[in-house]
């Protein structure tokens, strides 16, 4: 059993603090991974926030009306419905951009090669 100060502190500490471990933890494991891709670590953190921060941001790419019809008890009803495809700012822009800028070190022949087998496996 745990008194009431203990168990404030053991709320502070799991609820409150490991959220924010836990995310400087995965900071450092990505400005790691940067680091060795060739950027500092300020650029690797500063692109993760940008991805997180880009996640919640999509762009309309197109978009269309589709008429469908529902069946009801006295009368086929007509109904629109608005379908979207969207592209995500931080899960698709901004690695692309990564991926062109760092395209130029790993060499033209590489990156043909790494898209093929990545083509082929996914496909």
């Keep these: 059993m745990f008194f009431f100060p203990i168990s404030i502190l053991i709320f502070v500490i799991l609820f409150l603090l490991a959220p924010i471990l836990f995310f400087l933890l995965q900071?450092?494991?990505?400005?790691?991974?940067?680091?060795k891709l060739g950027l500092t670590p300020y650029t690797g953190f500063a692109?993760?926030?940008?991805?997180?921060?880009?996640?919640?941001?999509?762009?309309?790419?197109?978009?269309?009306?589709?008429?469908?019809?529902?069946h009801d008890f006295?009368?086929?009803?007509?109904?629109?419905?608005?379908?979207c495809i969207y592209i995500n700012v931080g899960g698709a822009i901004l690695?692309?951009?990564?991926?062109?800028?760092?395209?130029?070190?790993?060499?033209?022949?590489?990156?043909?090669?790494l898209v093929g087998i990545i083509s082929v496996f996914l496909a």
């Design 27 to 35: 900071a450092g494991i990505v400005s790691v991974a940067f680091t």
């Design 74 to 83: 006295f009368a086929p009803r007509v109904i629109t419905e608005r379908k």
């Design 47 to 70: 692109f993760f926030i940008l991805s997180l921060i880009g996640s919640g941001i999509n762009i309309p790419i197109k978009s269309e009306e589709t008429p469908r019809i529902y």
């Design 95 to 113: 690695p692309l951009m990564l991926a062109i800028w760092l395209l130029p070190g790993a060499g033209i022949f590489d990156g043909i090669y």
